[in-house]
């Protein structure tokens, strides 16, 4: 009976777990290298995932192109995000630019109702990906999709930090700003794309998305307050660690839901997170993403 509960936690938690593993890693990709945890997380996935679904409904794109072209749409819209709060702000005080991100979440939430109305929005699944079996386990094809999106793009990301110029600037402003700036690493640089590559990371969480649970002009908030919750589980330490601090978030939301209801979920789930803002500070708990 135990086996059978769990079974069907796992396999209901993933894809939402996948979700909330993207979200987390680009939270934590910003913080390491700028300190800022970005409150408009949330609000890239949203106009990730609307601004795709006009591109693939006006131009009929092929599955591969359209995850293509929802990366680079996503990639813009992180640098314009950056572009907008933290890059006006460079020496403002940090609670002046956390701030800047709060209100660039709600602007972008307004624009999101201005441009695609209140309604639900049904993002059509990219790839063609088969249902799997796994003994107990039964993985639908939005579970699969989103673990392979988001298992593909933390691999990826990985290999972009260890084996690029770039990926190696970025490690050295998030171990020691001042230091990677006299070895001619640029900082603003590292940080805008750490925000554009955090853009990224949010358009694939909305393909993973779109398709479950449709897109709403009020998601945002809830999603990127999640990916900060799975960011904070996962420590900001390591890529690996906060990833799967996304899928812990995802199967244990799922277990709630199975035991409880859907209302009591939210309510614990962010209970857990005030409970680690207590017992794990983010600057007691800070190292480079590696």
Known sequence: MFSLYLAQAVTSGLALGA?????ALGFCLIYNASRLINFAQGELLLLSGLGILSLVQALHLHWALG?????????LLGLFLYATTLG???RAHPLRQLML??????????????AWGKQPHVLPRMAPLPDLRLGLLYFSQDTVTAMVLALTAGGLLHLFLRHTRTGTAVRAVSMHPLAATLQGVNPVRTYAICFALSGALAALAALCVGPQTMLRHDMGFAIGLKGFVAATVGGYSSLGRVFLGGIFLGVLEAGLV???NNELKEALTFLLLIVLLVVMPLGEKHAHAR
């Open 19 to 23: 979700v909330y593993g993207l979200m």
């Open 67 to 75: 995850i293509l072209a929802a990366c680079a749409w996503g990639f």
């Open 88 to 90: 006006l702000t460079m």
């Open 101 to 114: 991100t709060v209100a660039a979440s709600l602007i972008w939430q307004g624009l999101a109702i201005l």
């Open 258 to 260: 199975l035991t409880f």
